[in-house]
């Protein structure tokens, strides 16, 4: 991780080193934190912010699932948030805001713990190397994703990462790039850190909310984006098999952006290379985020 100059904290511009925390911080001990991943890009106008607002909001709404005491609004924080990027002086980044709960009881009932917000920017190059151009090969975890029934998958939850984590680290120490993890129903769900897309038939599917995924923004977006095009995806159930007779698989994220996935489970998907939907995603995906589709600028916060 490269580091920037400054960090914003609890309304403050402090230097990157003096962001700081104690060994006994709640959110370091069980998770309690919520976060985002956010990303600037490089545009013909200046930098610009990626669905600032949808983040934020998203942010604020996962802090209110589990039941955080309130802080900032998303307003206050997508001004932090701009502000920071102005200091740090930054032409692309990944941005990462956080509240989480710090110093005070070691309790589960965190009321006296200080609740702390910052947001940290700094350069961070494609997720999965050029992987996102090529394709990606991936797995299906024997890990299953968070339930409703154990945590809120709706919400960005810290604790909830430790998931996630497990699900990478099997598929990585496999030989794949990616994990995809099936719900506790046996459906398809998503992947580590992404959202799940398949294209069968020239129909586009994802699974729905009701499958435990975290309701991504860059699945929206391309949702959106297809729309635009005529295409309307289906949220559907999907079972685990349909993998293996689809004629394409794409990931989506903030960090990965669309990423097809070419293989899975030792299975060659479609001819092997990324398909025509999956490469026409990429495109207004790509042109979306620089400014070049003018009904969707809107997208943009210009730092
Ligand atoms: N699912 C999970 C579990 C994630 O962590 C992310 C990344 N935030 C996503 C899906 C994709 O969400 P977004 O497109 O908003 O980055």
């Known amino acids: 991780m490269q580091a920037a100059s400054h960090i914003w904290s609890d309304g ?21 934190g919520v976060f ?8 013909p ?21 589990y039941g955080f005491a309130k802080s900032w609004s998303a307003e206050e924080l997508t001004d932090g948030c701009l502000q920071l990027l102005r200091r740090t002086e930054l032409e ?7 509240i989480f709960y710090a110093e005070g009881n070691i309790g589960l009932f965190p009321t006296d713990n200080v609740l702390r917000s910052m947001i940290a920017a700094f350069q961070m190059g494609p997720y999965l190397g050029h992987g996102s151009d090529k394709g990606i090969r991936a797995m299906v975890s024997s890990w299953r ?22 699900a990478k680290q099997e598929a990585l120490r496999s030989g794949y790039d990616e994990a995809i993890l099936l719900n506790e129903h046996g459906s398809l769900s998503e992947g580590s ?23 991504g923004i860059t699945r929206n977006s391309v949702m959106e984006l297809l729309a635009g095009d005529g295409v309307a995806t289906q949220e559907t ?37 990324p398909g025509p ?19 969707f600028r809107h997208w943009l916060t210009y730092v």
């Open 36 to 43: 985002e991943g956010i990303r600037v890009y490089g545009t």
């Open 92 to 98: 692309s980044a990944y941005i990462r805001p956080m």
């Open 145 to 166: 994703r968070i339930s409703h029934n154990s945590l809120i998958p709706t919400a960005k939850g810290s604790g909830g990462y430790l998931n996630s984590m497990l």
């Open 237 to 273: 159930d999907l079972a685990r098999g349909s993998l293996y007779t689809v004629d394409e698989i794409f990931l989506t994220g903030t960090a990965i952006e669309v990423a097809p996935v070419v293989e899975i489970d030792g299975r060659v998907v479609g001819d092997g290379k």
């Open 193 to 215: 850190g992404m959202n799940l897309f398949v294209v069968a038939g020239g129909n586009v599917h994802t699974p729905p909310v009701s499958a435990g995924i975290l309701e």
């Open 45 to 65: 106008d200046g930098p610009a912010v990626f669905r600032l607002a949808e983040h934020m909001e998203r942010l604020v709404g996962s802090a209110a699932a």
């Open 277 to 295: 939907v999956t490469r026409r995603v990429q495109d207004l995906y790509g042109d979306a985020l620089v400014g070049k589709l003018d009904e």
């Open 12 to 32: 403050e511009l402090i230097p990157w080193d003096d962001a700081t925390v104690h060994f006994l911080s709640h959110g370091l001990q069980y998770g309690t």
